[in-house]
């Protein structure tokens, strides 16, 4: 098999391992023909998921909850809400409800669904995420969303009374709010025994989801459904995938990954590959270096498209659309593509064995977002995604060797692996008090728990008896952001510069404006230094947002500048949602006029739990958290990199080979014993001097 694939020295081979180096997928037989496909409702009735049509109805209705396993792209997600919708769940003003754990799903199934449907977006079919809400009061009656957004819509309708059925899609994901959500959603059941759930996902642990969900007391004081949940397993029809290791582990999986495409479009037949890398930075990378390497090759026919979440809606349409013929497209997916979105035409999986995951570590309180490996049951998940049209091929960036005796065998719930601040905040807003008493699906560690308190309480979010505060408790919880930044939005209405810091919450919650460019490092930074504050990015995002508007939005400013224009579009319209939220809680809007000292004590008083200090004496810009003595760095995009002020707070960490503080800003530490006089009480007398 080793002529099939040579990326540098590494030789893969076909391995015989547990499977026997062949994993049997099932898949469906929807588009076995590549490309043209029929018409919709052919296509519809040739999924796996349609001959359980019957069998799925019938245990909706008889049962409180229904757990659903099938593989990705059996019909789960785009057929069961058509299902129900017909045997008349969404009658009489109900409506029925998808949760996805991504932004990017939602858009893509409810498009989908939409077409299928023959109805527009946005009417009968319409989807909800933060910051956008594509569906019509009276006309929406299949209504997917985020599973975060759900959690949101509790505070104003704690029962969810308006949906008859919540399909709890990806549930193998273990997302810190679907596993929320599942929790609450058991509550919910015993006040309202007429709803009916549906967990559906593509590898759950069926057994466990079920024990969670059983409530069956005694016989006789059942009534209604019954309320043991039926477990329906969905088969499909399956492709081979044929599975290779490399040989020795190799250092760069970029590299490896452009290379193995380079090998298989020389050597293989045609049909789409997909690569799983693990964010959006890698994901350019890797697309330049496949670019650069088939002009110097003379290489043609490839056609690359990244996905990722927050991806534009134009870029997403490329993944999805057809490949042109004679092409072989290549598309460089996060995790994204492992279960949550069906990709047509793939037949090669390259997978580089990672995936950015969130990690919280409560002892020293900080979480980052890291490059760690994952577990054999994505990988098995990674590798299916070849199957689905003809049997296919998987590439593994790892050793056989790794696979079988390192790789863990599922992956942690993200609720173990979080900082649980907004979700303690969202728990109390909903009035579950005894937070660690809740029946989680999986119990977060009570350090955490602790630590999530002790900010809110700081944030003056929480009262000495742990109950959310008023008006600024409240407050907080309504805004849909990070608890910090909500905090530092309800902040600077005291410091008069609220029109300021809602422009800088925006742009926090873009990835990034910047546009990275590999190889032009220098004109990026030149571009930067036309914007960059002393003060630090906080201030300079304020100056790119002020020069944007000057521009009249132009996207050819944005291009000198070296600025996304699409992220400063996004950034205008989630500032426009925020002025909405703000002038809700009745914030007024006021601008500061330039004080930036206003607007950096605003920002503290979200973030004075991030503040970190230059040690004395460090020749390589080393800083100490201020709480816990982590060793810390100044991210190098960031305007203060190299400037290294004394006293600053950080909006965020990503960990590399050192822990770097993105998006920093210089402050006087006087403002961090007045902003939060408990939480820097040990401080007061040795790391603040007075
Ligand atoms: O949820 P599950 O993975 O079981 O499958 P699905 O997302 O409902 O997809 C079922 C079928 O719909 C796939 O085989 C795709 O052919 C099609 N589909 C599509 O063409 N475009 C989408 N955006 C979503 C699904
Ligand atoms: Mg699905």
């Not at 969130?358 to 020293?364: D, E, H, L, T, V």
Request: hydrophobic share 40%.
């Amino acid at each position: 098999m080793s002529q099939f694939w040579k990326p540098g020295t590494e030789r893969p081979r076909l391995v015989d391992d547990e499977e026997g180096g062949i994993l049997l997928y099932t898949a469906s037989s929807s588009s076995s023909s590549g490309f043209g496909y029929g018409s919709l409702e052919k296509q519809r009735q040739r999924l796996p998921v349609y001959k359980y049509k019957t069998a799925i109805l019938y245990s909706v209705e008889t049962h409180a909850t229904t757990i659903i396993v099938g593989e990705t792209g059996s019909g789960k997600t785009t057929q069961i809400p058509q299902y129900l919708k017909e045997a008349g769940w969404a009658e009489g003003g109900r409506m029925i409800a998808c949760t996805q754990p991504r932004r990017l799903a939602v858009q893509a199934v409810a498009t989908r669904v939409a077409e299928e449907m023959d109805v527009k977006l946005g009417e009968e079919v319409g989807y909800t995420i933060r910051f956008e809400d594509i569906t019509n009061e009276e006309l929406t009656r299949v209504k997917f969303l985020t599973d975060g957004v759900l959690l949101r819509e509790m505070m104003d309708d704690p029962l969810l009374s308006k949906y008859s059925v919540i399909m709890v899609d990806e549930a193998h994901e273990r997302s810190l709010s679907t596993d929320i959500l599942l929790g609450l959603l058991k509550k919910i059941q015993r006040r309202r025994p007429e709803l009916r759930i549906i967990i559906s996902s593509a590898t759950i642990e069926a057994k466990s989801m079920a024990a969670f969900f059983n409530t069956r007391r005694r016989r006789e004081e059942e009534q209604g459904p019954t309320k043991e949940p039926a477990i329906l397993s969905v088969e499909g029809r399956g492709f081979n995938v044929e599975i290779f290791y490399v040989d020795d582990p190799v250092s760069d999986y970029v590299r490896s990954a452009v290379s193995t495409v380079m090998s298989i479009h020389d050597q293989e037949r045609m049909g789409d590959i997909l690569v799983f890398l693990t964010g959006q930075d890698d994901i350019d990378t890797a697309i330049q270096l496949l670019t650069e390497e088939a002009q110097s090759s003379g290489k043609q026919g490839l056609v690359s498209v990244p996905l990722y979440s927050g991806l534009p809606r134009a870029d997403q349409d490329l993944v999805f659309s057809p490949t042109p013929r004679g092409k072989r497209k290549v598309i460089f997916s996060t995790n994204i593509a492992e279960t949550s979105l069906t990709l047509e035409g793939i037949v090669y999986v390259v997978d580089s064995g990672f995936s950015k995951q969130r990690f919280y570590n409560p002892i020293s309180d900080i979480e980052n977002l890291v490059v760690a490996p994952i577990s054999k049951a994505s990988a098995r998940q990674r590798a299916g995604r070849a199957g689905r049209v003809r049997p296919g091929k998987c590439f593994r960036l790892y050793t056989e060797d790794y696979f079988s005796n390192e790789m863990s065998v599922v992956g942690i719930p993200e609720i173990q692996r979080s900082n649980l601040v907004s979700c303690v905040i969202q728990l109390k807003a909903l009035g579950i008090d005894n937070i660690l008493g809740f029946d989680w699906p999986a119990s977060p560690s009570p350090e955490s728990m602790i630590r999530a308190l002790e900010v809110l309480y700081s944030l003056g979010v929480l009262d000495d008896d742990a109950k959310l505060t008023s008006p600024t408790g409240f407050q907080v919880a309504e805004i849909p952001l990070d608890p910090l930044i909500s905090k530092m939005i309800l902040a600077s209405c005291e410091f008069g510069c609220s029109e300021e810091i809602i422009t800088i919450a925006a742009v926090l919650s873009i990835q990034s404006i910047w546009i990275p460019v590999r190889g032009v490092q220098k004109q990026l930074d030149e571009a930067k230094l036309r914007f960059a504050a002393a003060e630090g990015d906080h201030v300079t995002f304020l100056n790119v947002y002020k020069g944007f508007i000057q521009s009249n939005k132009s996207s050819k400013w944005c291009h000198k500048n070296f600025i996304n224009y699409h992220a400063m579009r996004k950034v205008i319209e989630v500032r426009e949602q925020l002025k909405r939220i703000t002038q809700r809680l009745g914030i007024g809007l006021k601008s500061c006029e330039g004080d930036i000292q206003a607007v950096k004590k605003a920002i503290t008083a979200g973030f004075f739990a991030n503040a970190a200090r230059l040690e004395p004496f460090s020749h390589n810009g080393m800083y100490k958290t201020l709480r816990t003595s982590q060793e810390v760095y100044i991210h190098p995009s960031s305007v203060l990199f190299r400037v290294n002020p004394k006293f600053i707070v950080y909006h965020s960490l990503v960990s590399t080979d050192r822990q770097y503080m993105r998006n920093v800003i210089t402050i006087d530490p006087s403002w961090l014993t007045e902003a939060a006089p408990h939480f820097y009480q040990k401080q007061l007398h040795s790391s603040i001097p007075q």
